[in-house]
């Protein structure tokens, strides 16, 4: 799986829109990139995930650069309920079964 | 459709004892998975299958078993319960379909198992 990097941590207001970046300078063409997230004591959650175009579902909105170098998860309208610790995974699709969750992003919602 | 379940939510044993931790999903996922997440540390793959009837070792196995009868049920099994087995247990499936969906996993609300 390619190396992803994501900030440590990231604040937004409630009602704003969370833009959630990862770099991935290394990925190859046959790479998807995968957005889950853990609320704390949780399973984690499958947000979205998308290959070359930009994504979109009822969750959150995928935007992968051209060069396919970075992407960006955005949440529209960010709530409480969407504090949580945010992992960016690239990989090639049915290689290896086990996720691996690298550090994340922990995005603080805050009222 | 409730997704993943997973039952019991808490269950304290003695060292020795054993015990089933049951997932079930009601998707139709053809894969299905079983984690372990320890304090601060990221998820390690215990057990997996790819079909009814099937089941491949993860990345630790030890101390485990499980059992895959029917499509929708993947069993856990600690034979004997240590103390280093305390951890919370997650089971995951997906739809084991190409098109970036091998890796849609969804998880289960977790088991938390203390081992005295």
């Known amino acids: 799986d390619a190396k992803t990097t994501q900030p440590t941590s990231m604040d937004c207001a409630e009602g704003r829109a969370a833009n959630l970046p990862c770099n991935h300078s290394t990925i190859s063409g046959n790479e998807y990139v995968y957005w889950y997230r853990q609320i704390h004591s949780q399973g984690p959650q499958y947000i979205i995930h998308g290959l070359k175009n930009n994504e979109t579902n009822e969750m959150a909105s995928l935007i992968i650069t051209e060069d396919r170098k970075s992407s960006t998860l955005i949440l529209p309208h960010a709530t409480l309920r969407d504090t949580a610790v945010y992992y960016c995974?690239?990989?090639?699709?049915?290689?290896?079964?086990?996720?691996?969750f690298g550090e994340g992003t922990q995005l603080t919602v805050n009222p | 459709n409730a997704g993943v379940t997973q039952t019991p939510k808490f269950r304290v044993l003695k060292t020795g004892q054993s015990m089933t931790l049951l997932c079930a999903q009601d998707m139709n996922h053809e894969y299905m998975y079983w984690y372990r997440q320890d304090p601060g540390m990221g998820l390690r793959l215990i057990h997996y299958s790819v079909g009814e009837g099937t089941t491949a070792k993860g990345e630790v196995p030890d101390g485990y078993n499980v059992s895959r009868l029917k499509k929708q049920n993947f069993l856990l099994g600690l034979e004997s319960a240590a103390p280093s087995q305390t951890s919370v247990y997650f089971c995951a499936s997906s739809t084991g379909l190409a098109g970036g969906n091998q890796d849609t996993q969804y998880f289960g609300p977790g088991t938390r198992l203390t081992v005295l």
């Open positions: 995974i690239v990989r090639v699709e049915g290689v290896n079964p086990r996720l691996t």
